[in-house]
C-alpha cells in the first residue's frame, strides 16, 4: 500500500495497487486490467488516466458493441458508471 506519497511527473501502474492520502500531480496512471486499485482520500492534479492491454480490449469491445447496436447496453453501462442509474 501507498500511504501519503506524492507522485509528481511519473507514470503510475495502478493493477492490485492500493492508494491512500497521496497526491498525483501531472502523472499518467495506467491501469492494464488486472485487479482493480483502490484509492483513498487521494488527489489527481492534471493526470492523464490510460487504458491499456486487456482494459484497452475491453475499452475496444464496447465500441463494437456500440457500433453493432448495441447502443442501450454501453449507455446503461454509462450510467451505471456514472451513479445516473440509481
Not at 3 to 24: I, P, S
Not at 38 to 67: M, P
Request: overall charge negative.
Amino acid at each position: 500500500m501507498q500511504t501519503a506519497t506524492l507522485f509528481n511527473h511519473e507514470t503510475v501502474a495502478l493493477d492490485g495497487e492500493h492508494f491512500a492520502d497521496c497526491e498525483f500531480q501531472d502523472c499518467r496512471l495506467v491501469y492494464t486490467g488486472g485487479p482493480v486499485p483502490s484509492f483513498s482520500n487521494c488527489r489527481f492534479v492534471n493526470c492523464e488516466w490510460r487504458l491499456d492491454d486487456a482494459a484497452s480490449r475491453t475499452l475496444e469491445q464496447l465500441k463494437l458493441i456500440w457500433a453493432k447496436g448495441g447502443k442501450a447496453t454501453v449507455q446503461a453501462l454509462i450510467k451505471d458508471i456514472t451513479g445516473a442509474a440509481r
